[in-house]
C-alpha cells in the first residue's frame, strides 16, 4: 500500500527557512507529478508546487520565487525548501501524487510562521 509522510514542519520566525519532505513509501502506478499543497485555518486548501515524473517543475504565484520542489531519488523524497518565510505561509502543508487514478495524500505538517 502507498503512503506518503510529510516532515519537517515546525516553528520559525518571518524571514526564516524550512525544508520539508514527503517520504513516499511503496511504489506509485500511473503518476503524473508530485506535489505540495497547503491550507491555512478557515481556508480552501491551495496549491503550492508540484514536480513531474520528467522533473519540471511549476510554483504556484503566491510563493514563487521563494520556495523551490526537488525530489530525491535515492531517499524517495519530494522536498519543498522553503525560504523567506512569512506569516501567511503558516499552514498544514500536504504531499499529494497525482496520478490517473485515485490521488494519494499525506497528512500533513504544521508550518508556523511568527511575526
Known amino acids: 500500500q502507498v503512503q506518503l509522510v510529510e516532515s519537517g514542519g515546525g516553528l520559525v520566525q518571518a524571514g526564516g527557512s524550512l525544508r520539508l519532505s514527503c517520504k513516499i513509501i511503496g511504489a506509485i502506478s500511473n503518476l503524473d507529478y508530485m506535489g505540495w499543497y497547503r491550507q491555512a485555518p478557515g481556508k480552501t486548501r491551495e496549491y503550492v508546487a508540484l514536480?513531474?515524473?520528467?522533473?519540471?517543475?511549476n510554483i504556484a504565484g503566491s510563493v514563487k520565487g521563494r520556495f523551490t520542489i526537488s525530489r530525491d531519488k535515492v531517499a524517495n523524497t519530494v522536498d519543498l525548501q522553503m525560504n523567506s518565510l512569512k506569516p501567511e505561509d503558516t499552514a498544514i502543508y500536504y504531499c499529494k501524487a497525482t496520478r490517473t487514478g485515485p490521488d494519494y495524500w499525506g497528512q500533513g505538517t504544521q508550518v508556523t510562521v511568527s511575526s
Open positions: 514536480i513531474t515524473e520528467g522533473g519540471t517543475t
